[in-house]
DNA sequence: CCACGTCGGTTCCTTGAAGGAACCGACCCT
DNA sequence: AGGGTCGGTTCCTTCAAGGAACCGACGTGG
């Protein structure tokens, strides 16, 4: 990408992509919702380059999705929390996850259902005062399609 | 990109950004949602380099995301029309819409509404069988921070 | 009949991001 | 002293995006 910017776009679809829509971005944001926290973690879960895996952490980073917190001195080591701006991701993953899981796969690769009585859940479009499920209340398992590939 | 795959990932996620996931995509697919459908609409409304969104709208009708249909005959020109696959990320837009409206501007410059009594619209996970609006009833009109970029 | 405009592209060159492999520095263990 | 772990950085190559010019089929006006 030439620019990551989307210029003249009066659009927050436009704005969004210039922080999250770049390769790769988007699979750093899903790991981390499913509990990566550790630079080697991404790096050989997503196959990515190193060099662009630490671009991708630092400007996670400057935009305030992740949060860079050490967890051990001598030598310094630092790991990757989502922020309350990276997981209000999540909407936005079940989408492109069910459309994934709808005209992308035969058979989906993980569900989401809830905690409480593990009834399936998807992304949907509701009116704004309607009761919906919060991230925490929802968990992610392996479905039928796992493995198959 | 060297290459718009992203291999070894059981995902949808990874799937679905294989297939919507390059700049430019998703853009394209948003404006068709509003109702843009042809090449100098979309040239023009993006500012996109031609050979690009020419390369774009081809990929997207492969994918089945978009249909090539006639308008006239003498000279034969076409225009693109969303498929049912396509219309589909309408969720996946919406999340990261509101994302973006939640965390990267100042006011929404657009809205999402109920066509019949005009009450604001989210994206939300839902249990799967309750009930949730359909595309056709809802619209989006220009929202309280339109035009302010 | 010739010039101009419209629409939907294609061609060509330049630039810069991604891939990939090697290297590095601080520390630990044996 | 040698090897392993972790979190990077450096360097080179390759390929996609940007941008501007060009093109072909057709209609329009003078």
Redesign the interface.
Known sequence: ?LKRT??????????????V???WT??II?DALLGLRRFDEFQRN??IARKVLADRLRWLVDEGILERVPYQERPQRYEYHLTR?GR??????????????????EK???L?R?KSDK???????????SD????EE?EFVPGPG????
Do not use: F, N
Not at 120 to 129: S, Y
Not at 146 to 149: A, F, I, V, Y
């Open positions: 990408m989307y210029e003249g776009q009066d659009c927050s679809i436009a704005h969004a992509l210039e922080v829509g770049e390769r988007l699979l899903r997503l196959g701006k209000d991701l999540h909407v936005a993953l079940v989408g492109l996850r069910q459309w994934g899981d709808a005209h992308c796969s989906p690769p993980m989401a809830t009834k399936p859940v998807i992304a949907a479009l509701v009116p704004k005062r919906h499920l919060r991230l929802v796992h493995g198959s590939r």
